[in-house]
């Protein structure tokens, strides 16, 4: 949770406590006591209330899984090169060279 919710919780709290436990001070006499003491418990339990709204934790992120994308194997261009490789006639000698595509 971020400081400045806290902050604002605490603020809050402070803001509905501090009126009525101060109120509750200065007029407090003999035959008005009960009435002083249940402000004082209000004001604390409406404290503890904000404060305890303020502290909870937030609630985790939410997590979306995305399929991955299908994958295709392409297999590599084969590598291609000249070569010369020799030509013979029918008695099988040789009778020269020619250029032949060779891929590996």
Known sequence: MSRV?????????????APLVAGSGTSASAGDAGSAVAAGLLGGAVGVMVGAAAARPAPPPVVVYERPARVEYVEPEPICHMERQPVFDEDGNPA???????CD
């Open 5 to 17: 919710t806290r902050f604002v919780g605490m603020a809050a709290a402070l803001a509905i406590a």
């Open 96 to 102: 020269g060279s020619r250029r032949v595509r060779v």
